[in-house]
C-alpha cells in the first residue's frame, strides 16, 4: 500500500504541486488522470524518490519514506519510453536491479528468463536493447521493475508512446498482469479510456490538485464539477435557474420530430455520436448504438432520459483562470476535438 | 578539492604577478616606466600585427578546404576533416624545429617563419569551425541566386561571405588568440630579433632577470588576452545562436567541381603534410645519406643538456603521466559538477587557465613557490603540476559533453533499482562516458607531454622535458644539434600519437559505442 499526504512540490518558483493525497491500497490499481503539466509525472517522482517534496509525506505499509532516498525505496518505475540501459543485454537490463541487490547468479538467471516469459518475451537474453521494438522495450522495462518484487508499482505514461493494436494489447497484458500479480500500482496516464480500463479507482488531477478520486462509474456518474466532467468529454453542459447540470450522451435519445437539427453525427466504434441543436437553444451530444442515423441537416427531435441528468458543481476554479485571462483546460485536449 | 587545486596552483601564481608587478618596496607603484617604454611598445605592436597577419592567412588557406568539406560529400572526407587536426594538436617545438627543416638558410628564423608556423597550425580551426558552420548553411539561397543568373564569385561574394561572417569571426577571434599568446613558435623561429610579449616575458625572467619587468609585461599580457577573450567569447556566442536549421545534404560533386574539390583537399593537406614530412626526412639525414645516427645518439651525454636526451625522455614520460592524472582527477569532478549545473563559476574558473597563457602561467609559477609556505623549486612537482593546469580544461570541454549526453533517466532508473549513488556513476555514467574518458585522458598526456611554454620556466637544468631538450638543442650552432632536435622532435611525435592511442584502447575498451 502506498499513501501520499499533502504533497507540495516547487519548481522554479512554480507550485506544480499543492497538497496532493492520494492512496492505492493493497493490490489496487489506481490511475492517475489529468491533462499533460497537470503535475502527474511530478507526483509519480515524489513516489520513487526522485523528486524530494516541499512539505508532505510518502508512506509505504503504513512507514513514512520521505526522506528515504530513491535506491532504498524498493519500488519499481516504468517511464514513458522505457529507458532501458543502451550499453547491456535484454537479460542484463531485467537482472540489474537483482544484480545490485547482490542476488546469486542462478537465481538472477531464473528469475530473469520467469519475468521474460511473463510479459511474453520468453528467450529474449541476449537481445541487444537497440534491436526491440517500441512495445518491446516497454515489456522488458515492465519485466525490469517487476523483478526486484517491489512493493508497489509506478507507471508514468507507459503505453503513451505507443500507437494503435500494439497499444491496446499491452494495456490488456498489463490488466491481466496486474490482476493476476496482486500488484499495488500507480498508473500514470492522459488517457480516460486506458484510465477507466486499468484503474480499479481513478484519481483526476488538474493543475497540482486532486479534483476528484473515485471508481470509474462514480467518475462517470457524478462528476466532481464541470471541469471534471468536460475532461472525462461529457459536453452537455446545461445552465438554467436551477443550477448547473450534465446530460451524459447515451441519457439523449434522437427521436422523429421537428425541433432539433442534426449537426453532426460521427461513428465512434461500437457508438455513433450526434450532435444536435435544439431550435434557440444549447447542443447537445447523443450517443447512440443505432445503425440508421440521421445524418447532417436532418430534422429530429430529442427525449432527455431523466436518470441520466445529474447536478453538478460549478467549475472551482473558472473565475480564477478568467481573471487571469486563461483558457478553460478542456478546450485544449487533444482527447474531444470541436 | 578542484577548486583547492586551482586556487592555489592559478590564483596563487597570478596574486604573485600582481604583487611582483605592483609593489615596489612595501607601497604601491605602477610600472609605468616599463609599459611605456619604447622596447615595451614596440613588442606590444610586434605582438599585435603578427597575430592579425597570421589570422587573415590562417582563414585565407583554411577557407578552400572548408568549403569542399561543408559543401560535398567524397570518398576519403572523414580522414580528410581529421588529418587536417593533426598539426593542431602537434607540440609547438615540434612546428618550430619543422619549420626550422623546411625553410631554406636565411629565412629559416624570421617573420615569414613565424607567419607560416601560426598558419600551419590554426588551418585546423578555421576549417572546422568555418566549416561546420557552412554545411549548416541554406544552399537554397545560393540556388536561387544561380536561377536568376549571378556567377560562382558573385554568389560568393554576395551571398556566402556574409552568411558565414558569425563563423568566421569566431575562428578569426579563436586564431588571434593562439597567435596572439604564442609563445614556442616565436622563441625558436624568431630568433633574438623578434618578441612577443609573451616571448619577451621569458627573455626578462629567465636570460635578463629582471623579474619587475617581466612581472609588468606579464600584467600587460593578461590584460590584452582578457580582452581578447571578451571579444571571442562574444563572438562564440553570437556563433551559437545564430545557428541555423540543417542545411542541404552535401553532394558528390561533379564535372568542374570535382577538380576544385580536389585542388582544395590535395592542395592543403599536402601543404600541411610536408612540415612534418620534412622534419623525419632531416631527422634520418646524415652526411651522404640516410641513417639513424641522430637516433643513436640520443643515449650519449651532450653538452646542450646536462643529462642524455634519453634521460629527456623518460622524464617527459613520467612527468606528462602524472600531469594527466592530475588533470582527471581535478576535471572529471569540475566536468560532473559542470553538467550538474551548479558549477557556473566553477565551470569559468577551470576554463581560466585557458585565456591565461602558458608562459604566464610558468612566470607565476617561478614567482609564488620560490619562498616558503610553499617552496617547490627543488621539487620536481612544479612541472607536472603546470602541464596539469593547461591540460585541465581541455578535459573538462571534451568530458562535459558526453557526460551531458547520459540521459539523467538512466540514472533514475538505476537509483529506483536499487543503485547507490557511488553505484549509477560505475554502472551508468562511466560504460556511457567511457569513450570521452578516454579521450580526455589521451588529450591530457598529449598536452603535458607537448608543453613548453610554462614548463620552460620551471623545468629543473637536470631535468629536462623532451620539449624543453628540443629547445636546448636549437639553441646551440651546428647541424649535429639541430639533427638531435630533429630527432627528438620525431620521437615526441610518435609518443604523442601512441598515448593518445593507447588511452582510446585501455580505457575505451569495454565502453558502449553507439
Given at each position: 500500500m502506498i499513501r501520499l499526504e499533502g504533497i507540495v512540490v516547487e519548481l522554479g518558483g512554480v507550485r506544480i504541486l499543492d497538497g496532493v493525497g492520494l492512496e492505492a491500497g493493497e493490490a489496487e490499481t489506481l490511475a492517475l488522470l489529468g491533462?499533460?503539466?497537470?503535475?502527474k509525472s511530478t507526483l509519480l517522482r515524489v513516489a520513487a524518490g526522485l523528486q524530494p517534496p516541499a512539505a508532505g509525506r510518502v508512506l509505504l505499509d503504513g512507514a513514512d519514506i520521505t526522506r528515504v532516498p530513491a535506491h532504498r525505496r524498493g519500488v519499481g518505475l516504468v517511464f514513458q519510453d522505457a529507458v532501458l540501459f543502451p550499453h547491456r543485454t535484454v537479460g542484463d537490463n531485467v537482472g540489474f536491479g537483482l544484480r545490485v541487490r547482490g542476488d546469486a547468479v542462478a537465481d538472477r538467471r531464473r528469475r530473469v528468463s520467469e519475468l521474460l516469459e511473463l510479459v511474453g518475451l520468453a528467450g529474449a537474453e541476449q537481445r541487444d536493447v537497440g534491436t526491440l521494438s517500441g512495445g518491446e522495450a516497454q515489456r522488458v522495462a515492465l519485466a525490469r521493475a517487476l523483478a526486484p518484487s517491489p512493493r508497489v508499482l509506478l507507471l508514468d505514461e507507459p503505453l503513451a508512446s505507443l500507437d494503435g493494436p500494439l497499444r491496446d494489447r499491452l494495456r490488456d497484458d498489463l490488466h491481466d498482469l496486474f490482476a493476476a500479480l496482486r500488484l499495488t500500482v500507480v498508473h500514470v496516464t492522459h488517457d480516460v479510456a486506458e484510465a477507466f480500463a486499468l484503474g480499479r479507482r481513478v484519481a483526476v488531477l488538474r493543475d497540482g490538485r486532486i479534483a476528484q478520486t473515485a471508481t470509474p462509474d462514480e467518475l462517470w456518474s457524478r462528476p466532481a464539477d464541470t471541469w471534471v466532467a468536460r475532461f472525462l468529454g461529457m459536453r452537455n453542459l446545461i445552465e438554467d435557474d436551477a443550477g448547473l447540470r450534465v446530460v451524459r450522451p447515451e441519457a439523449v435519445h434522437v427521436v422523429p420530430g421537428d425541433d432539433a437539427v442534426v449537426l453532426a453525427v460521427d461513428r465512434r466504434g461500437p457508438l455513433t455520436v450526434l450532435t444536435v441543436r435544439l431550435d434557440g437553444a444549447e447542443e447537445l451530444e447523443a450517443a447512440t448504438t443505432t445503425l440508421t442515423a440521421p445524418r447532417p441537416g436532418d430534422r429530429v427531435s430529442v427525449e432527455i432520459d431523466p436518470d441520466g441528468v445529474v447536478d453538478v458543481a460549478a467549475d472551482p476554479y473558472a473565475e480564477r483562470e478568467a481573471a487571469h485571462g486563461r483558457a478553460d483546460d478542456a478546450d485544449d485536449l487533444p482527447l474531444h476535438p470541436r | 578539492m578542484p577548486l583547492a587545486f586551482l586556487a592555489v596552483f592559478f590564483a596563487w601564481p597570478l596574486v604573485a604577478i600582481l604583487e611582483r608587478s605592483l609593489v615596489l618596496d612595501g607601497r604601491l607603484d605602477l610600472p609605468l616606466d616599463v609599459l611605456a617604454s619604447s622596447s615595451t611598445l614596440e613588442v606590444a605592436w610586434f605582438t599585435t600585427w603578427q597575430a592579425a597577419v597570421s589570422t587573415v592567412l590562417a582563414v585565407v588557406a583554411g577557407l578552400p578546404l572548408a568549403w569542399a568539406i561543408a559543401r560535398f560529400s567524397f570518398p576519403g572526407r572523414r580522414l580528410a576533416e581529421a588529418l587536417v587536426l593533426v598539426p593542431f594538436v602537434l607540440p609547438t617545438v615540434v612546428v618550430a624545429t619543422a619549420f626550422v627543416a623546411l625553410l631554406?638558410?636565411?629565412?629559416?628564423?624570421?617573420v615569414w617563419a613565424i607567419l607560416l608556423a601560426h598558419v600551419f597550425f590554426n588551418v585546423a580551426v578555421v576549417v572546422r569551425l568555418v566549416g561546420s558552420y557552412w554545411s549548416g548553411l541554406d544552399a537554397r539561397a545560393w540556388d536561387a541566386a544561380a536561377t536568376l543568373g549571378a556567377g560562382p564569385a558573385r554568389r560568393f561574394r554576395s551571398l556566402t561571405l556574409p552568411a558565414l561572417a558569425p563563423a568566421l569571426a569566431a575562428a578569426a577571434s579563436i586564431v588571434f588568440l593562439f597567435c596572439f599568446t604564442s609563445f614556442g613558435v616565436i622563441l625558436i623561429l624568431g630568433g633574438p630579433r623578434y618578441a612577443t610579449l609573451e616571448t619577451e616575458i621569458y627573455n626578462q625572467a629567465a636570460r635578463a632577470f629582471d623579474l619587475r619587468t617581466a612581472a609588468a609585461l606579464a600584467l600587460l599580457q593578461l590584460a590584452a588576452v582578457a580582452l581578447v577573450v571578451a571579444v571571442a567569447g562574444r563572438l562564440e556566442r553570437r556563433l551559437g545562436g545564430s545557428r541555423s536549421a540543417r542545411g542541404a545534404r552535401a553532394q558528390r560533386p561533379g564535372g568542374r567541381e570535382r577538380a576544385w574539390v580536389a585542388v582544395a583537399v590535395g592542395g592543403t593537406l599536402g601543404l600541411l603534410a610536408l612540415p612534418p614530412a620534412t622534419l623525419v626526412e632531416r631527422s634520418l639525414a646524415v652526411p651522404g645519406g640516410h641513417g639513424l645516427d641522430h637516433y643513436r645518439r640520443l643515449a650519449e651525454q651532450t653538452p646542450a643538456l646536462l643529462v642524455t636526451p634519453w634521460h629527456a625522455i623518460l622524464n617527459s614520460l613520467l612527468f606528462a603521466t602524472i600531469a594527466a592524472g592530475i588533470a582527471l582527477a581535478v576535471g572529471i569532478p569540475a566536468a560532473v559538477l559542470a553538467v550538474r549545473g551548479a558549477g557556473g563559476a566553477l565551470d569559468t574558473l577551470v576554463m581560466l587557465p585557458l585565456g591565461a597563457s602558458a608562459a604566464m602561467l610558468g612566470f607565476g609559477f617561478l614567482l609564488a613557490f620560490a619562498d616558503p609556505p610553499l617552496d617547490l623549486r627543488g621539487t620536481i612537482w612544479l612541472v607536472p603540476i603546470a602541464q596539469a593546469l593547461v591540460a585541465t580544461p581541455f578535459v573538462v570541454r571534451s568530458l562535459a559533453p558526453t557526460l551531458r549526453s547520459v540521459d539523467n533517466r538512466l540514472r533514475e532508473a538505476a537509483a529506483v533499482l536499487g543503485a547507490s549513488p557511488p553505484r549509477v556513476r560505475r554502472e551508468v555514467d562511466l560504460p556511457l562516458a567511457a569513450r570521452g574518458l578516454a579521450v580526455a585522458a589521451g588529450l591530457a598526456f598529449a598536452i603535458a607531454l607537448g608543453e613548453f611554454g610554462a614548463t620552460v620556466f620551471v623545468a629543473r637544468a637536470d631535468w629536462p622535458t623532451l620539449p624543453v631538450a628540443i629547445f636546448r638543442f636549437l639553441g646551440r650552432p651546428g647541424a649535429e644539434n639541430v639533427g638531435q632536435a630533429m630527432a627528438l622532435c620525431v620521437v615526441l611525435m610518435s609518443l604523442t600519437a601512441a598515448g593518445a592511442i593507447a588511452a582510446d584502447r585501455v580505457l575505451g575498451r569495454g565502453g558502449w559505442r553507439s
Open positions: 491533462p499533460s503539466g497537470s503535475g | 631554406p638558410d636565411g629565412i629559416e628564423r624570421s
